[in-house]
């Protein structure tokens, strides 16, 4: 199958809370074959920044043929999409890496500020029988789109909704149990529960983030440390965007 | 029309090539077109054993351009050798091979152990500015330039290309060199040592502090070194810096260059490569130029 890059048209745009943006794109050749957990590179429309930016997709309708991604502005390539009009095109590849396996009957989704967007997806693929625990620093986003499709667990980390303090925290706090654990977050966020996991003796999956350049593997930027010899690399390397983002978490150093 | 251009006794089908370090072996983007329309593929670098490469984050975006501190991460000779190479044997274009080493010796293994293998050329890594030891350490001193391209020449089958350093006072200077060590081409530019520093959190912006910048940020520094390097030297030059089109690559090939080679731009473009080539041949029919070699090194002053 040829990879793709399209123009994709802007439906909507919107704001969920302070710096964090959504757009949602008419790509159907996109969302014909995307999966929870893969992701898209997306180009500026200026000629002075080159690189893709990788984006998680937050949304797939094949219904509609629509894609919705979620995320934080951190620099001017997002801000500039985070300004892009409906009716306005953006360029598009993807979908790009490898999206989480649907695994166990009781799957418990954990994500971490803007590692929350993934998670949605992965939850209406579980159609309801997932808990989802949202961390947030304080403002929170998509919460409300998680209660129709999952349990929903909250922390904050200034206290002022759910569980004071981190994912793991509301974790106990609640008694979440399951039989897998999915993961997208920062990255202490990502060791304290890989070492959950390894405590409970759970399957986890871990999505993981990197600064990439090619987005499809030829590179080398975006490699994580593996624990044993990857096969393809031939050293204790594996690329982010390619073999992953999605990891089991005993088979990555983080 | 021709477009057919021939390194040490070679013949491409087209000038058009891809970068070492950006195009892997090329497997990641004949997912996209068919590798036999390429005048050659230059691998990532390969060395003799496994290399890790540098810790992350291994790359940053800047204006018009991006800096690089992989490290040469590569699988080893032995892997790259069963794999690789009978990947890209598969498609209707020539084998470059880049090798990289630590030391003179591992150069010279490399070359040994490529010596029975399909490939067309070797291309000389003395310039990765991210590592260490090797690497840019042999060259940006002409001499031992000079004695790696010698080592090199006398172990290898296939014709060697060393490829330079644009981190350097007089690059004509290193052309010479490394022709005078039995060098059967060129080519250049390698990226350009840089720092990126994140001043929200005071830090440098690549785990390896400084990176190789590229992209059409380097192009009129690349444009120029191949011009200088094209005039130092009597063998072929293959240019690179830059390249996102043909009418980059058309300037390097009137500067001298007889082949180019498309590197960051396929970050941010799969089909540069291919859309260089079109817009080559259409260049020459708008230009009324039936041989690409008319070309090479048709600069002139303005008039």
Redesign the interface.
């Known amino acids: ?3 793709r ?1 399209l123009d994709a048209g802007v439906i909507a745009r919107e704001k969920l809370a302070e710096g964090i943006f959504g757009l949602l794109l008419e790509a159907e050749p996109i969302a014909a074959e995307a999966a929870a957990g893969q992701f898209v590179s997306l ?1 500026s429309a200026q ?6 930016r990788p984006i998680s997709l937050c949304g797939i309708d094949r219904e509609r043929g629509t894609i919705r991604l979620v995320y934080r502005v951190a620099g001017a ?1 997002t801000k500039e999409f985070s300004e892009l009009l409906p009716g306005e095109k953006v360029r598009v ?1 993807g979908p790009l890496g490898n999206g989480f396996p649907l695994k166990g009957s009781r799957p418990v989704l954990i994500g971490g500020g803007i590692g929350i967007p993934p998670m949605l997806e992965l939850a209406k693929a579980f159609g309801g029988r997932a808990a989802a625990v949202l961390g947030y620093r304080s403002e929170r986003f998509l919460e409300t789109e998680f209660e129709c499709v999952s349990r929903v667990y909250t922390a904050t980390e200034d206290g002022s909704f759910g569980t004071r303090g981190t994912v793991l925290d509301a974790i106990r706090q609640e008694k979440v149990s399951g039989d897998v654990l999915y993961a997208c977050g920062p990255l202490p966020m990502l060791r304290a529960v890989k070492e959950y996991a390894i405590r409970e003796n759970l399957p986890c999956y871990v999505s993981m983030e ?15 440390r593996t624990t044993e010899t990857d096969a ?6 594996r690329r982010i965007c ?1 073999d992953g983002p999605v990891f089991e978490a005993r088979e990555v150093e983080l | 029309m021709n477009t057919e251009v021939t390194i040490a006794g070679v013949t491409l089908k087209n000038p058009v090539m891809t970068a070492s ?4 072996s090329g ?3 004949s ?2 077109y068919d590798l036999g329309c390429l005048g050659a593929v230059v691998t ?1 670098g390969v060395a003799l054993t ?4 540098n810790p ?6 800047t ?4 800096m ?1 501190a ?1 490290g040469l ?1 590569n ?2 000779i032995e ?1 790259f050798c069963s794999r690789d190479i009978p990947f890209l044997k598969r498609f209707d274009t020539k084998i470059i091979v880049n090798v990289c080493g630590k030391s003179l010796e591992e150069y010279v293994e490399v070359v040994r152990r490529l010596a029975g293998e399909p490939v067309d050329l070797l291309e000389i890594n003395i310039s990765c500015p991210n590592v260490k030891v090797g690497g840019i350490a042999f060259g940006q001193d002409p001499k031992a330039a000079e004695a790696v391209t010698r080592a090199v020449k006398d172990a290898a089958r296939q014709p060697v290309i060393m490829k330079l350093s644009p981190n350097v006072t007089d690059i004509a200077e290193m052309a010479r060199a490394v022709e005078a060590g039995g060098a059967d081409a060129i080519s250049l530019i390698n990226t350009l040592t840089g720092m990126k520093i994140d001043i929200d959190r005071q830090c440098f912006a690549l785990a390896n502090r400084t990176g190789g910048v590229s ?2 940020a380097i192009k009129p520094i690349a444009v120029r070194m191949v011009y200088q390097a094209a005039h130092a030297v009597s063998v072929p030059v293959i240019g690179m810096g830059g390249i996102t089109c043909a009418s980059d690559a058309l300037e390097f090939i009137l500067a001298g260059a007889s082949a180019v080679s498309i590197g ?1 731009a ?3 473009n ?1 089909y540069a490569a291919p859309e260089t080539i079109e817009g080559i041949r259409s260049y020459m029919e708008q230009k009324g130029v039936s041989d690409i070699r008319e070309l090479i090194g048709a600069v002139r002053d303005r008039a």
């Not at chain 2, 496994?50 to 490469?53: L, R």
């Open positions: 199958m040829p990879k890059i180009y000629a002075d920044r080159l690189l893709p390539g590849m990197e600064r990439m350049a090619c987005g499809i593997g030829a590179c080398l930027a975006c490699v994580c393809h690399s031939n050293v204790r390397n390619k | 370090g950006t195009f892997g497997e990641e983007y997912a996209f990532k496994p290399w890790e490469g992350t984050p291994r790359i940053a975006e204006h018009s351009g991006m690089n992989i991460q699988p080893g892997l992209g059409p960051t396929n970050f941010f799969p």
